[in-house]
């Protein structure tokens, strides 16, 4: 991850954490509901916890994870239960989570590095395991007003990127505007993937 964006995470972790969060409820809901009971789910980029508290309290097993410990932290106190310091580079795991959930933190992975991340997200799923994420769509990387790195990709290049880091039964993309941390709105790209079974 770029060391820029991961600091900013880290020096500004009490403000982000304190935003109050809704508009992606209802995706959360809607990802759920193609889950099994009880599925076991691996987030990354948890933040302050607030979609992992809603997951927990439906009843999924769920590995809560953030790349900067002082995130994890603070989500750790919201949840009551330990949350992991985890880099993207750094799963490990194979065909082990029913479903991935990556809201608004693989938008941060340098462009040339994200089809490793996403082998190693498709790697860790099982065969018929579904996997969300959402990206700033643009034209091409460059850094928001507050210096953090993004992708921007378009619909295209997303696409194009899934289909190099594994083999997915289905892939859609949504688009939608949020309101993003520096107050500015923005346009998302919302994709759902599920691994071939």
């Not at 209802?26 to 789910?41: Q, Y």
């Not at 959930?101 to 693989?106: G, M, P, S, T, V």
Request: hydrophobic letters at 40%; a negative charge; proline letters at 4%.
């Amino acid at each position: 991850m770029d060391e820029e964006t991961l600091r900013f995470y880290r020096d500004n972790a009490a403000a982000y954490a304190g935003r109050e969060i809704s508009s992606r409820q209802a995706r959360l809901m809607a990802f759920l509901a193609l889950l099994p009971p009880r599925a076991c789910i691996l987030e990354l980029g948890c933040g302050a916890g607030v979609d992992t508290a809603e997951m927990l309290a439906r009843g999924f097993d769920v590995r809560a994870t953030d790349g900067s410990p002082e995130l994890a932290a603070i989500a750790s106190k919201h949840i009551g239960r330990p949350v992991e310091t985890l880099l993207f580079h750094e799963l490990a795991e194979v065909e082990h989570y029913d479903a991935v959930w990556a809201n608004a933190c693989l938008l941060h992975v340098p462009r040339d590095e994200l089809v490793s991340v996403l082998s190693l997200i498709w790697r860790a799923l099982k065969p018929g395991g579904f996997f969300y994420a959402s990206y700033k769509q643009g034209d091409g990387e460059g850094r928001d007003t507050l210096d953090r790195y993004y992708n921007y990709p378009t619909p295209d290049w997303l696409r194009a990127t899934y289909a190099k880091a594994g083999k997915w039964s289905s892939l859609s993309i949504e688009t939608g505007d949020v309101r993003g941390f520096d107050d500015k709105m923005v346009s998302m790209l919302f994709v759902i993937t599920q691994k071939s079974g």
